[in-house]
């Protein structure tokens, strides 16, 4: 099994996707990782025994965080990213990873990789912490790559992400949810309303109904579908909450009384424990979901271990033949859907 890494992409490039690449080609000598960047800037982490599967690709070129996605594609064809999505379209390798550019890697996976039949849009597959049960997650979809969606591509979202659970995580009909500002069947927008018809129809997914924001982090559902634009507020809501949270414990701590002191003394390591059951990068990277074959996105400050387990991710993804099931899944989607018209 191939998988190619952009060694150039994210916050600690090239240093964390190498040593990342690194511990996955050890453990696993049935992989073949393909390291694609700068051999020159690659060159001063390099081990003086490079494992046999771990390939270096040398690419000229790098696309920044900040560079406009199809300008920066199209401009720098001999980058890190743009080479490692076409060794995916010449099947030359069978999944591809990064933690570069979002906006580049989603357009580019489209242009490379080409979107999957049947398909209206591909979205990003966010996988989530669960608070009640740090040895469970659960699947965010569209992440944020749509702003602007429709009933159908809802519909399409909830299929995919039941695919993948079932796939990658072993869970057969995960449970659907989706998110809206009220459990009840008539809550919400047109969209969520509509979308809400379809889900309840689809008999090939085990919907729940809807979900509130409040829930997802609380085992509420596995796959919870959203358009990109609710989404990607909640992703950030989170964020941000749990930021000021880390933060306010700290301050607290640092100028409360002695006894407090004390008190945070002894709960430190069950809070350290705690944290390291919400690292993010433990649980999984996200997907550019809908297009032929695997694309994974590791978030741009991520660690060695985050993309260590995304290339399990990705193996996990191939070797289960989920894009195989989800065209065929597509497939009958639309011969019903022409039956009905």
Request: proline share 3%; with cysteine; hydrophobic share 45%.
């Amino acid at each position: 099994m191939r998988i190619a890494i952009d060694a150039m992409g994210g916050d600690h490039a090239p240093e964390v996707p190498l040593r990342g690449a690194l511990k996955a080609a050890q453990e696993y000598p049935d992989l073949e990782i393909q390291l694609y960047g700068q051999t020159e800037a690659l060159a001063a982490y390099l081990p003086d025994n490079l494992p046999a599967n771990l390939q270096i690709v040398e690419a000229e070129e790098v696309i920044g965080t900040a560079e406009e996605p199809v300008k920066a594609l199209r401009q720098k064809k001999k980058s890190s990213m743009v080479l490692g999505l076409k060794a995916v379209r010449k099947d030359q390798a069978d999944a591809f990873i990064s933690a570069g550019n979002s906006g580049a890697l989603m357009a580019g996976a489209l242009m490379q990789v080409g979107r999957m039949k049947g398909i209206s849009r591909p979205a990003f597959l966010v996988n989530m912490p669960c608070f009640t049960d740090f040895n469970k997650s659960w699947v965010l979809i569209d992440g944020g790559a749509n702003v602007d969606n429709k009933p159908a591509h809802l519909h399409q979202y909830a299929i995919m992400g039941s695919a993948y659970m079932a796939a990658v995580k072993g869970i057969d009909q995960a449970r659907i949810g989706l998110l809206n500002n009220g459990k009840e069947a008539g809550k919400g927008n047109q969209l969520t309303q509509a979308a809400y018809e379809l889900l309840s129809q689809e008999e090939t997914i085990n919907f729940i109904g809807n979900v509130e924001p409040s829930e997802v982090l609380n085992d509420a559902c596995d796959v919870v579908v959203a358009d990109g634009f609710a989404a990607n507020m909640v992703l950030k809501s989170l964020e941000g909450a749990s930021k000021a949270f880390v933060t306010l414990l700290s301050d607290t701590l640092k100028t409360a009384s002695w006894k407090s002191k004390v008190a945070g003394l002894l709960v430190k390591e069950d809070l350290k424990t705690a944290f390291a059951g919400l690292n993010s990068d433990n649980i999984g990277a996200g997907v550019v979901f809908g297009v032929k074959q695997p694309v994974l996105k590791c978030h741009g400050s991520a660690k060695d271990d985050a993309f260590y387990y995304a290339i399990l991710q990705a193996r996990q993804m191939v070797s289960s033949q989920l894009y195989d099931q989800l065209a065929q899944d597509f497939e009958a989607l639309a011969q019903r859907e022409k039956e009905e018209d």
